[in-house]
C-alpha cells in the first residue's frame, strides 16, 4: 500500500471553470456503466498498469445506498502520468476525451485529476493516483464483484477511509455492511497514529489548488493535522448505526439504514450491477 512518502504525478487538467452539465445531448445512456468500466480497465491492465475502483461505487459494491454518476479508478501512483498520457494519446483519444474538471471536494485533491468521458456515451470516469485514496490497485489488494469489476478489500478500503477523514463515507460502508466494534478490533489498525507527513503535504497541495476566490475558507478544505484517535472514531461512528435509521423506516426491521433484519452481505447479490 502507498504511504506517506508517495508523491502525486503531475499531467491533471487545470482544475476551473467548473460546469453542472453531465454529458452531451444526444449522447447514448451507459445505464450503470459497467461494461464500459471494464473497457477502461481493461485499456490499462492490458498496458501493465494495474487498477481499482474507490469512491463512491465501492460504497455501493459494500452495500451504502449512493446514486454515484462517475466512476473512480485508481492506479498505482508511479503509474499515474503513464496511463493519463495514454488516455490522451492514439488509439485510446479516439475513443476517451477528457471531460470538465469536477469542483473541490473537501480533504480531496480529486477536482486536480482528470475526468474523462466516453466520445458519444454519457459515461464518466475519474483516474487518481493511489496517493489520493491510500489504497493499492495491485491484485493482492482487491477483490472483484460478480461482474468482474476489482474493488479494494473490505478492510483496506475501511482503513483508508478512517486515515483520510471520510468519516460519512466511513459510516455509510459501516451501515452497508453492518460492521460491529468487534470487526474492526480484528481488521483494522486502530492504534495507529495518523499519517500526519501525509496530511501535511496534502493539506499544502489542497490549499496550492484552490483559485483566490476560495482562499477565504481554504480552512474548510483541509484534513485536520490532529484527528480523533482512530478507536475513538470507530466506536463512535459504529455505535450510532442503529439510530441512524431514517425515522420514516420501522426499527424493528432494519438493522441499518441499508440493512434489513436477516439481509445478507450485499456482495452474495449476484445480480446487482455493480
Known sequence: ?????????????????YVLDLGKPGDADCGRGVDETLGVIAALEGLGIPCCVVGTKALVYYGAHRVPLTWEICVPTDSFDRATALLTSPP??????????????PGSL?????????????????????FECLLSPSPDQREHSASGIPYPKLELF??????????????????????????????LQLDKPAP?????????MIARSLPESMAA???????????R??????????????????DELPKYRYLTRFRKVGSRDPRENKEREV
Open 217 to 227: 475558507g481554504a480552512f474548510l478544505a483541509l484534513l485536520s493535522e490532529g484527528p
Open 196 to 204: 500526519v507527513e501525509y496530511i501535511r503535504k496534502k493539506n499544502d
Open 110 to 130: 480529486m477536482h486536480t485529476y482528470p475526468h474523462f468521458t466516453l466520445k458519444g456515451v454519457n459515461f464518466f470516469f475519474i483516474l487518481l493516483p493511489a
Open 229 to 246: 484517535p482512530p478507536r475513538d472514531v470507530w466506536r463512535h461512528i459504529v455505535s450510532k448505526k442503529h439510530r441512524r435509521v431514517n
Open 1 to 17: 500500500m502507498d504511504n506517506a512518502d508517495s508523491q502525486p504525478v503531475s499531467g491533471a487538467p487545470e482544475p476551473y471553470p
Open 92 to 105: 485510446l483519444n479516439e475513443k476517451y476525451e477528457v471531460w470538465h474538471p469536477v469542483p473541490p471536494v
Open 158 to 187: 475501511a482503513q483508508s477511509l478512517l486515515d483520510l477523514q471520510q468519516y460519512a463515507d466511513l459510516a455509510d460502508l459501516i451501515e452497508g455492511m453492518d460492521l460491529d466494534e468487534a470487526w474492526g478490533e480484528t481488521h
